[in-house]
């Protein structure tokens, strides 16, 4: 019995996924290709389930290749459980479905969801018997070990919660003084008032866009950055603009501010994400100048501040003295402790505060209080937790990098924090190489994935180095079969490796 088609949510013209896809095709058999490119776009989540595709004949003019090569790769979408076709609503794209018996499919974390099974059923090998395959997008480490102990102690604080309803809309007390104290210790006087609590980071920057944006309104980011924010930031009705970074141009900036008159500017100000660069002292200052002579709302993203691998320190504190009313700062315990710690935070002032905390409220009325007493206690043992956390990141950064640097002829930087190395490619080849590394069983990010439009970046792929040392050392061979594939003019090849 044929698939129902599923459900159309969305539509995407010819145009859009021209511009999706970029540079997918770097030789070979042009309708694999063009199938692989679609593939990896539905499994890195920039294409998502339930979208109809183009017609054939439109998205062959769109891409300027023949029709044959569109109704291939439309073919081989739906033999690979990717795309459903029906008389009357044309395309439309899928995940695979689960195999019979298996449990539920483990995700990508904070940065794009995937079904296991989806990767076995795009055809792809090269994963292990049990079905495994590496995972070099996902930028969420290992939990340490003290986090079973934080929630031992959680539990134990827990009776003293439980007579009252277990609503907190502004997060509780004590760890909203905890984060507060954080900031006080990096110089940024801060009281429990000017800090909000949420269910994650990405609940943090989706609030504030949702509080600052109306439809059609300007918001600055950073190009590249990080892709959830600036989903956030289209969800909201915002248009976005985009300002190089890597480091910051702070003069385009300025510029850009000045010519757009913006509602709300996002940046990644540490170990931004996903160049890894960090803004300068006096940068900082001038970008909280830029803000207060606008009257914008600037937020900066801190999700990764403590992670530096260097000796260098902990950067200085995105919002300065904490006085201007335009600079909010975004936190969050998922990046340094755990991502199944789903608690965020805003630290604003406190007018600020109140106003956002009456808005989340229509989403999401509070944060689990348990996870809250846990980020609590984990807080409170952070210097007995950090350098080990620092430490295990280190040696895995130093294990990708000199692994991809021996091995290939990439621009590879060592980032001085972070999760993530923003590797150059030296050919704008990025979503073609993306593809070919999905067939060889790894998961890439592609550049264009992280610019405002979906054009810029087409040299660069973004690797995380949170796996472990013995699935970094696997994919090293595996990204260098996928660099012969595009480099040999067949970055699709047959799916399979050896191939």
Request: net charge neutral; hydrophobic share 45%; proline share 8%.
């Amino acid at each position: 019995m044929p698939a129902a088609t599923p459900t159309v949510l969305r539509q995407l013209s010819p145009a859009s996924t021209a511009r999706l896809l970029g540079a997918w095709h770097a030789g070979g058999p042009a309708y694999v290709a063009l199938a692989d490119a679609l593939r990896v776009a539905v499994l890195s989540g920039t294409l998502a389930p339930h979208t109809r595709l183009p017609s054939e004949r439109e998205l062959a003019a769109a891409l300027h290749v023949s029709r044959t090569t569109t109704s291939g790769a439309y073919a081989r979408l739906r033999e690979l459980g990717f795309a459903v076709s029906r008389v009357g609503s044309g395309t439309v794209t899928t995940l695979p479905q689960r195999s019979a018996g298996r449990g539920p499919s483990p995700t990508a974390g904070g940065d794009a969801p995937v079904a296991d099974d989806a990767l076995r059923g795009g055809g792809i090998t090269g994963v292990d018997a049990g079905g495994g395959y590496l995972d070099l997008w996902q930028a969420t480490p290992p939990a340490p070990p003290e986090l079973h102990d934080a929630f031992a102690r959680a539990l134990e604080g827990l009776p003293a919660y439980l007579d009252s309803g277990g609503y907190e809309p502004y997060g509780l007390t004590p760890l909203r003084e905890a984060v507060a104290a954080r900031y006080r210790e990096r110089g940024v006087p801060t009281t429990a008032d000017e800090i909000l609590v949420t269910t994650g980071a990405q609940q943090a920057i989706a609030l504030l866009a949702r509080t600052h944006l109306r439809p059609g309104d300007r918001a600055v980011v950073e190009t590249p950055t990080y892709f959830h924010a600036m989903e956030a930031m289209r969800e909201a009705g915002g248009r976005l603009l985009g300002v190089p970074t890597g480091p910051l141009d702070v003069d385009q900036l300025a510029s850009a501010v000045h010519r757009a008159r913006p509602r709300l500017v996002y940046l990644v100000p540490d170990y931004q994400n996903p160049t890894g660069s960090v803004l300068a002292g006096d940068e900082r200052a001038a970008v909280r100048e830029i803000a207060d002579r606008y009257g914008v709302t600037v937020v900066g993203d801190e999700t990764l501040v403590e992670l530096g691998l260097s000796d260098d320190g902990t950067p200085p504190p995105f919002a300065g003295d904490g006085t201007s009313p335009h600079v909010v700062s975004v936190g969050s315990a998922s990046k340094v402790f755990w991502g199944g710690l789903r608690v965020g935070w805003i630290r604003a002032h406190a007018q600020v505060i109140a106003h956002l905390a009456r808005a989340r409220q229509s989403a999401d009325i509070a944060t689990a209080v348990l996870d809250q007493l846990a980020v609590t206690e984990l807080l409170a043992r952070r210097a007995e937790v950090l350098p080990a956390r620092r430490r295990l990141l280190r040696e895995r950064r130093d294990l990708l990098v000199d692994g991809l640097r021996a091995a290939l002829p990439w621009e590879v930087p060592v980032p001085a924090g972070g999760l993530f190395c923003w590797v150059d490619l030296g050919r704008p080849v990025a979503q073609a190489f993306a593809a070919a590394a999905a067939a060889e069983g790894a998961r890439v990010a592609a550049g264009p994935l992280f610019t405002p439009d979906g054009a810029g970046a087409g040299s660069h792929v973004r690797l995380t180095f949170t796996r472990s040392p013995a699935e970094l050392a696997d994919a090293v061979p595996r990204l260098v079969r996928a660099w012969h594939r595009v480099s040999s003019g067949r970055p699709g090849a047959s799916g399979r490796l050896g191939a």
